[in-house]
């Protein structure tokens, strides 16, 4: 049974909320009967119109199950019309002959849609679609509706871009015969597919090439009015590769087991159903693949700092996976070594080569295996991590995290790969393998559009690409469907989610919309720029029973003028405003910041008006650090840097007010009830299991982690630390699967029962 939040909360005097009221509130809800009487009264008048009537349509094709792919340099090959296996396809047959061709050399953009006005001539759409060809473009995943009138599209479109499940709405209303059963899906379509022609004629096919995932459009045709959305995009590899020009003793890797299973996959593409797995896909990622019998091909991978690099590892280790790899159990019998690299912090790069150096030695002796640098320091560096370490087989920026298995293939012909070119970046092909069987992460929006002077990320994550609202649905569903408790959505301006999508959407009505999934515990968000915090966003995390109640929010400083430097583009005054709504909206929500000190210019006054704001706030977690210059932004060249050691002392300082506002603001939770998701045993002390409550707060206490893992437990809380707390298990407390907080009059629904 779904936990429900405690209602009223403490300090408001809300009515509870039933589910009756949520699901009548919820009015970004799709109104199908609406629909499907708008639809029957417009095509009955439609049909009664004799000006009005459609020419006669050919005969239906078949359905396009497996059609011939144009744009493949193997006529024979067909895809297989399930969309992750096809995917799959594509990456290879652009690669197949193992040479690189002109539309893998790296593209000056990364943009993968060219902006077309409404009414573009026909020469100004073949200009786009040649420019979204020459940035590697090669084919768009779409799905329709047809209807017979554009107010109807209008309706269908509107109705979709708030909500409405595509599948059901295609069943409904679609009257394209070849994809309303299978929710409006066309699948993979490239310009020149003719055997589309009688689905989406090469006109639809020119508009979709230009458009973005999530995208939604409407177009004309002789069929009908489309509502055409993009669901994916294909773009070919932006690699440079070039065979090493410094010999080693081994002869490169090459494990013969996996190149003959990568050439038996080109020469059967339906294997590729085995070596792959859509998201919905179980566990098992490698079911009959053909990979020889008795052969042990291992990998490590080693992740560095914040929660999107932790994800991008969980893609990576999809990849090796599906290719039939195991996680080594010590480093130095791994075949192929990843290293994902942070480069937010000073000296990143000296970390990578003082970690890659063993690993290094065992290639320079001889040994066949593969060494990848992934991630930011790669971004950043590219070929010159080539030059300063040649036995590095594999460079690739955070873009390409779910393409290794395509990369890979590169190094395993003796070649050395760079990928740090923009790319879009494609919906997963694997599974991810996730660190949690409790909590996972799902990436919402990458990259960031922000210029804040100090900052590497737009250099090292590129520019922002929402994902469409309906794959981040589906993920957290089939997420649930497996067992998963908790998801935290993740993105480096998590609030900008939907404004580069066409329609724009908003992240508040993406936040209500996958919080309402059925059997979703709790979901959290991280990170959230001042500047587009929004009221709505405050609302849905209020209103929304399994959004938590935390917010991180970066202040980064509490002086005006350096918030101006940073190029922040928001006030003490504003950022204090946004705490003043969190908390008049939701009492008990936990707020945690960043805040850097010794910022270029910084003096001793400016830096107390930073503690002044820590003390106007006192929020519940700061994470802090001194800054440090990195490549690339404009903060690093300036001339008033801050003496190192007058750092230092600032951030002992700084430390030591957070640890005592954090200490103050757990005192609140001593002797409540706190619902708390058990996620693992305390490794220090194997007796106690470690959890988290709605918070976020790390909770320590006695109990059985077979038995309470995964589970939402009532905690009586005894003692508070700055950052954690220690509780007791309410045995007592259940009773038919919920418990009672006497203290509270709350009662909370419990999934287990002890």
Sequence with gaps: MRPSRPSPRRGQACPPRTRLARATSATYRPHLLLVLSLHASAALAYRNCPLARPPPRAPPLAAPHAPRMSLSPDPEVRLTGDAAADRMILQKLQRADGKLRREDMAVPSGRIAAEVAVGASAA???????????????????????????????????????????????????????????????????????????ILPRELRERTIVMKPGDMAIAQSARGV????????????????????????????????????????????????????????????????GKPKGVAMQYSIESMGCQMNTADAERMEGQLRALGFTKATEPGAAKVVVLNTCSIREHAEAKVYSFLGPHAIRKRSGEDMAIVVAGCVAQQEGEALLRRIPEIDLVMGPQYANRLGDLLEGVFNGNQIVATAPTHIMEDPTQPQRQSTVSAWVNVIYGCNE????????????????????????????????????????????????????????????????????????????????????????????????????????????????????????????????????RARLPDAAITADVIVGFPGETEEQFERTLQLMRDVKFDQLNTAAYSPRPHTPAALWTNQVDEKVKKQRLHRINALAAEH???????YLGRLEEVLVEQRNPKHPGQVKGRNRQGCPVFFEGDIDALKGELVPVRITEAGSYFLVGELEENKFAGGRYRDESDANVIEISHVL
Aim: a neutral charge.
């Design 124 to 198: 100004e759409w073949q200009a786009a679609v040649s420019a979204a060809r020459s940035r590697g473009v090669s084919a768009v995943r779409v799905r329709h509706l047809l209807v017979q009138t554009s107010g109807m599209a209008e309706l269908l479109r509107e109705q979709l871009n708030a909500g409405a499940d595509w599948t059901e709405v295609a069943a409904a209303v679609s009257e394209c015969e070849h994809s309303k059963g299978k929710g409006g899906e066309v699948g993979w379509c490239g310009v020149n597919d003719e055997h589309l022609d009688e």
């Design 226 to 289: 489309h509502v055409l959305q993009v669901v994916d995009v294909f773009q070919s590899l932006q690699i440079e590769e070039k065979p090493r020009t410094r010999g080693l003793p081994g002869s490169g890797f090459k494990p013969q087991p996996l190149i003959e299973l990568l050439r038996a996959s080109r020469e059967d593409s339906r294997s590729f159903k085995q070596l792959t797995a859509a998201p919905s896909a179980d566990g098992q990622l490698m079911k009959n693949s």
């Design 451 to 582: 210029r804040c002077s100090y900052c590497v990320v737009p250099t090292t994550r590129g520019s922002e690409q929402s994902r469409p609202r309906d794959a981040i649905r589906k993920e957290v569903e089939e997420l649930v469907a497996r067992g998963y408790k908790e998801v935290t959505l993740l993105g480096q301006n998590i609030d900008s989610w939907g404004r580069d999508l066409n329609p724009r959407s908003t992240f508040a009505d993406l936040l209500r919309d996958v919080g309402a999934t059925p059997g979703l515990a709790r979901m959290r968000f991280v990170t959230s720029h001042p500047r587009y915090m929004s009221e709505r966003v405050i609302d849905a995390v209020a209103e929304t029973p399994a959004l938590c109640e935390m917010f991180h929010i970066p202040c980064q400083s509490g002086d005006d003028d350096i918030l101006r430097d940073m190029a922040r583009g928001y006030t003490v005054e504003k950022y204090k405003q946004i705490v003043a709504r969190i």
């Design 662 to 668: 954090a200490l103050e603001r757990r005192q609140r």
